[in-house]
């Protein structure tokens, strides 16, 4: 194996002592244990303390690797065993029924008009998230987002009510100053 001039060095000439990729003379190496028992990156240490082992095994005590699912489940794609997380996965079958759950697009429309806009704003947007979460398998996420349209939906109506409670409160108040003031005539 040459790599360029064999001359005294330079750029593309091979290092003393072999070429890359072989065993050194004095031992040790990247893809050999050396002899006289410390660690390489092919392999793993005689002692077997630790992670102080090479790159390609894993430790000793059974904690994940890189290539790996670590041991307590749940990783990119697959679905913790416990069945926890946020969502029910994508793929997986509806529960019972197999209808998605009330989106409560009315009432969120109904009272982004009459009574309260930034509410009912937020109302609309989570009632648009139920349908769409449960055409792609997200269940769990899909109820949620429900019953946060309800949720807030019920926050507009409220915020609604008390607005209009005080806007009579206040005509009410000023048709009263406005007749106390008015002086009566009588001839």
């Excluded at 793993?44 to 790996?68: I, M, R």
């Excluded at 946020?86 to 989106?103: C, E, I, L, S």
């Excluded at 009574?115 to 989570?126: D, M, N, T």
Aim: aromatic residues 12%.
């Amino acid at each position: 194996m040459s790599y360029g001039n064999q001359g005294d060095g330079g750029y593309g000439s091979q290092p003393p002592g072999g070429g890359y990729g072989q065993q050194p003379p004095s031992g040790g190496g990247y893809g050999q244990q050396p002899p006289s028992g410390g660690g390489g990156y092919g392999q793993q240490p005689p002692s077997g303390g630790g992670y102080g082992g090479g790159y390609g095994q894993q430790p000793p005590s059974g904690g994940g690797g890189y290539g790996q699912q670590p041991p307590s489940g749940g990783g990119y794609g697959q679905q913790p065993p416990s069945g926890g997380g946020y969502g029910g996965g994508y793929g997986q079958q509806p529960p019972a029924g197999g209808n998605p759950p009330d989106n409560h697009l009315v009432a969120a429309i109904l009272t982004t008009l009459f009574c309260c806009l930034p509410l009912g704003i937020v109302s609309i947007v989570k009632s648009s998230q139920v349908n769409s979460k449960w055409q792609v398998g997200d269940f769990q996420g899909a109820a949620l987002a429900s019953e946060e349209a309800k949720t807030w939906w019920k926050r507009s109506l409220i915020a609604g009510i008390i607005w209009w409670v005080l806007v009579i409160l206040f005509y009410v108040v000023v048709f009263v100053l406005l007749a106390a003031s008015v002086p009566s005539s009588s001839y």
